[in-house]
């Protein structure tokens, strides 16, 4: 595994300076309006991870000297030259080498350390003073329902019992001045807590939002990093030093001490106080999630740091167009499932890979096949954690000499090596799964109803299949040879190469 070095940030704008540094920012200074031209302008500009990341100084009516919040800044972990910078490597790293380092570093854990205070605390906002509505937050497709607030922030809640936090991604929704209904799943780690406030009698469950930050806190937060564990471990990992964290002022929850902007309140539990919500560009590429009554948070204390800067970003991710999640996904969902393998004890796995355009629904899995069934073995690991919850539907498995970065090479073995008829695709019917997918039932997409959605999982087997008998007249191979020439016939036909006129450059 290459050596890296991990980079401590300080904040958002220590992020974006480095990002400057390696030439990766563009900074908009023409007026912007934050009503549908911002999120189409970052839509268009992210392109399938060559974008760069985006700074808007001058968003219409958030312009003037004393505007609470001038400024929104996204489209930053669309990229893997910026994941391995954030990760402290050369910024040409091989995306298998990010998902190698995002593996030890899920397994690492670096504890927060509590600070008096920090830059976050600056200013204080509370009672009749608080107004959402004075953050540029942009309405970011024509067709949501509302103006997203919660895009891409670490949203903190903990366990009534144990005390552990958890920070997860939740999106948010603008209901009021002091009003966000979020959406969020009884099987994600928020839920777990829901559950758990709500078993305690509790009418609402204290929340927090730490909006702006170092790359880690959108990176860990959006990953599912195993329950029991709280991503500020993580991130302290990731970055080789202790998150420096600060008490929120009407809540009893830490969030990082530099955040550009951090949102304290109570979520409520009583389906009285659910407030509508969505739809919302999600990040399947589709609109979903039905404009439906959600749980909603009532904001007791808005604190930021001068001039503060809106981390956002925008959903969705299409052939074309690459979302943030969907790039950090590849990594952190592939790292993430080769760890469950590891931790299930299946044998042989050699790369596991999520292509970023669909962001870890569909799951490449790389092994040394030594015994028959091994795939099915990986496949029921992977489905039987909770990091399967929103990922994983369709799970293919290859040999060892399928480089599952070369679509090619996975779409050759699918067409040679899987035969329906001999259990090579199977399907796991009725699983928990993502509420938000669009090829699934209107009925089946209802979180209240349910808690998740309904996944029908598939395991593409794409292996040679080791039920086979061995063939005597290929030497006991269960296969035939591939027709690529001996290495003897390679050298020989290379040594010619020149007087043949075949290495001019084209
Ligand atoms: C940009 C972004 C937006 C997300 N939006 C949501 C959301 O609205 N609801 C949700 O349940 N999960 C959402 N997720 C996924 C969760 O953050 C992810 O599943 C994470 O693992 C949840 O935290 P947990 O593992 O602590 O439950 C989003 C992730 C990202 C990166």
């Not at 908009?28 to 992210?46: F, H, K, P, S, Y």
């Not at 200013?123 to 540029?136: K, S, Y």
């Not at 490449?364 to 069934?373: E, H, K, S």
């Not at 293919?396 to 259990?423: C, F, S």
Request: proline letters at 7%; one cysteine or more; a neutral charge.
């Amino acid at each position: 595994m290459m050596k890296r070095k991990p980079v401590a940030f300080g904040d958002l704008r220590g992020w974006i300076g480095a990002l400057k540094a390696h030439d990766e920012l563009a900074e908009i200074n023409a007026e912007v309006d934050w009503n549908i031209e911002l999120g189409t302008i970052m839509r268009l500009a992210q392109g399938p991870g060559t974008g760069r990341a985006m700074l808007f100084n001058n968003i219409k009516d958030y312009n003037r000297p004393d505007s609470r919040c001038r400024r929104v800044f996204g489209s930053a972990l669309n990229n893997y030259r910026r994941i391995a910078i954030m990760l402290g490597l050369p910024p040409d790293t091989h995306p298998r080498e990010l998902v190698k380092i995002s593996r030890s570093i899920l397994e690492g854990m670096i504890p927060p350390r509590t600070v008096n205070s920090g830059p976050v605390k600056e200013n204080i906002v509370t009672g009749r003073d608080i107004d959402l509505t004075e953050l540029p937050v942009p309405y970011w497709n024509r067709m949501d329902g509302g103006r997203y607030l919660i895009t891409y922030a670490g949203v903190v809640s903990k366990d009534p019992t144990t005390g552990v936090m958890n920070v997860g991604v939740y999106r948010g929704m603008l209901a009021g001045r002091d009003k966000i209904p979020i959406l969020m799943w009884r099987a994600q780690h928020i839920g777990h807590h829901v559950t758990a406030w709500l078993a305690q009698g509790e009418k609402e469950m204290p929340i927090a939002v730490a909006i702006g930050w170092e790359p880690s806190l959108g990176f860990c937060a959006g990953s599912p990093v195993p329950k029991g564990t709280c991503e500020y471990d993580v991130m302290g990992a990731m970055r080789g030093e202790p998150v420096e964290l600060v008490k929120c002022e009407t809540v009893d929850l830490h969030v990082p001490a530099s955040a550009e902007i951090v949102i304290e309140g109570y979520l409520g539990l009583e389906p009285e106080t659910y407030m509508m919500e969505g739809p919302y560009a999600e990040f399947t590429g589709y609109l979903a999630s039905e404009r439906s009554l959600k749980p909603t948070i009532r904001v007791t204390c808005i604190s930021h740091r001068n001039d503060p800067i809106l981390r956002g970003t925008i959903e969705g991710c299409l052939p074309g167009s690459y979302s943030e999640n969907a790039v950090g996904s590849s990594i952190m969902r592939a790292a993430t499932a080769w760890n469950v393998l590891d931790r299930a004890g299946v044998p042989g796995i050699t790369d596991v890979w999520c292509p970023p355009v669909q962001a870890g629904i569909n799951c490449l899995v790389r092994m040394q096949q030594t015994y028959r069934g091994q795939a099915k073995q990986a496949a029921n690991a992977l489905w039987g954690s909770t990091a399967a919850h929103v990922r994983y539907k369709h799970v293919t498995v290859v040999d060892d000499d399928i480089d599952v970065h070369d679509y090619a090479a996975v779409d050759w073995a699918i067409a040679h090596r899987v035969n329906a008829g001999e259990n090579d695709i199977v399907i796991m019917p009725a699983t928990f799964g993502l509420g938000l997918d669009p090829s699934t039932r209107r009925r089946d997409r209802n979180p209240a109803l349910f808690g998740t959605g309904k996944w029908n999982r598939v395991l593409i087997d794409a292996t040679q299949n080791i039920d086979y008998d061995p063939d005597p007249d290929l030497g006991g191979a269960r296969f035939p040879p591939t027709v690529w020439p001996a290495e003897d016939d390679v050298a020989a036909a290379k040594a010619r190469w020149h007087e043949l006129g075949l290495d001019r450059k084209r």
